[in-house]
């Protein structure tokens, strides 16, 4: 069963705006990674935050996760138009080697 | 540096046939995965090696095969094609296991007929 699972499936905006995707996760984690996927590519990695952290920026790009909720967000600020894309997070089991995937949050920045 | 490579792009299998989807990558990384990614599932773990010689089933190993002889490559074997098996399958790899970022292929999308 998958680890990981994002809200929501579809997200469009306006250029300019905010986007903010969310991913809940069942068992206990190591570190939550978030991925990017354009439409027919391979998956980029974005941003890795580990369990003992509580928010991690990079650029645009803002993670939190709350290990309590188990649960963590990204936040793309001023979106692009080139921001548009499918958003998975993916989550390591702390007991085995396994990198889970969600279902993945599809978004579309409107120009 | 190429990264992870895989081949081929595109494939057509008659249902039945046997087929072996290659990986490769160029940066010693220790571990690296399969992954099959259909509509509405995300990405589904096939299998995984955590390196040379190793190798462990994930969460939709049947009707596939791995063997890991190389640090470098990992192909996939596809014994007796099905149908169920169209997707598109992605390889990835990373440096020490789970603990930092994956790194993938773009993708092999398989049509079996």
């Known amino acids: 069963s998958q680890q990981g699972e994002e809200d929501p499936q579809a997200l469009s905006i306006q250029e300019g705006e905010n986007a903010t995707m969310n991913c809940s996760y069942k068992t206990s984690i190591n570190n939550l990674q978030w991925y990017r996927q354009n439409s027919g590519r391979g998956l980029v990695h974005l941003i890795l935050i580990r369990s003992n952290e509580r928010e991690k920026h990079s650029g645009r790009l803002r993670v939190t996760l709350d290990t309590s909720k188990k649960s963590s967000s990204l936040l793309i600020t001023a979106s692009r138009a080139a921001d548009t894309a499918s958003y998975f997070c993916?989550?390591?089991?702390?007991?085995?080697?396994?990198?889970?995937f969600g279902t993945g949050t599809r978004l579309a920045v409107r120009p | 540096n190429a990264g992870v490579t895989q081949t081929p792009k595109f494939q057509v299998l008659k249902t039945g046939q046997s087929m072996t989807l290659q990986c490769a990558q160029d940066?010693?990384?220790?571990?690296m995965s399969w992954y099959r990614q259909d509509p509405g599932m995300g990405l589904r773990l096939i299998h995984y090696s955590v390196g040379a010689g190793i190798t462990d089933q994930g969460e939709v190993p049947n009707g596939y095969n791995v063997s890991r002889s190389t640090t470098e490559d990992f192909p996939l074997r596809l014994l007796s094609a099905a149908p169920s098996q169209t997707s598109v399958y992605f390889c990835?790899?990373?440096?020490?296991?789970?603990?930092?970022?994956?790194?993938f292929g773009q993708g092999t999308r398989l049509t079996v007929v």
């Open positions: 940066m010693n990384h220790e571990y």
């Open positions: 990835a790899s990373s440096y020490n296991r789970l603990n930092t970022e994956a790194f």
């Open positions: 993916a989550t390591p089991k702390s007991s085995g080697d396994k990198l889970t």
